[in-house]
């Protein structure tokens, strides 16, 4: 299985959508990253976990999910760059292949020297409009292939359903 293991404040400083949502208010930037990230993991069907710095959000560690992502947030004394090398670590298999997003080129070297492979977030946001692109096609496809599967009926039979369906005859 591949993973796919994210700097959540990295991506949200890089990608214009988010860095606007940043502005007013860094909850609502977090969240968006999650829903995208979702759509990533159901598309490609990759574990995501993403990993956000305590420092920006103060308290305890906490680990949750949102729509089957995985989302960390770190202790107090520790960075998401620290938290991200610790799992590249532990979760590289001979059949799982760790990815990380990020474009700290610092953090690239680390986790290339822990067997992982990187994903810069512009490469990630490329991917991410080619899966929306995708999506897209696919809801359409989907649409036109319910609308063509009705049986054709005249007008005049149509009427006479219509009629039968209202209790009139």
């Known amino acids: ?8 404040y990295n991506i949200i400083g890089d990608w214009m959508e988010l860095k606007e949502l940043k502005k007013d208010k860094l909850a609502d930037a977090r969240d968006r990253l999650i829903e995208r990230l979702a759509e990533y993991r159901s598309f490609k069907g990759w574990r995501v976990i993403i990993v ?54 610092t953090e690239q070297s680390v986790i290339f020297a822990k067997g992982a492979l990187r994903i810069s977030a512009r490469e990630l946001e490329i991917e991410m409009e080619e899966i929306q692109k995708k999506i897209t096609k696919r809801v359409k496809e989907i ?19 219509e009629k039968w369906r209202r209790g009139q005859e």
């Open 52 to 105: 956000f710095d305590a420092h920006l959000v103060p308290g305890i560690e906490a680990k949750n999910k949102h729509h089957d992502v995985e989302v960390i947030f770190t202790r107090e004394s520790e960075t998401a760059d620290e938290r991200i090398e610790k799992l590249a670590s532990s979760l590289k298999t001979r059949r799982d292949q760790v990815y990380v997003a990020t474009s700290d080129s």
């Open 1 to 8: 299985m591949n993973i796919l293991l994210v700097d959540g």
């Open 143 to 161: 649409q036109e292939e319910r609308a063509s599967s009705k049986i054709p009926l005249s007008e005049e039979v149509e009427e006479i359903f």
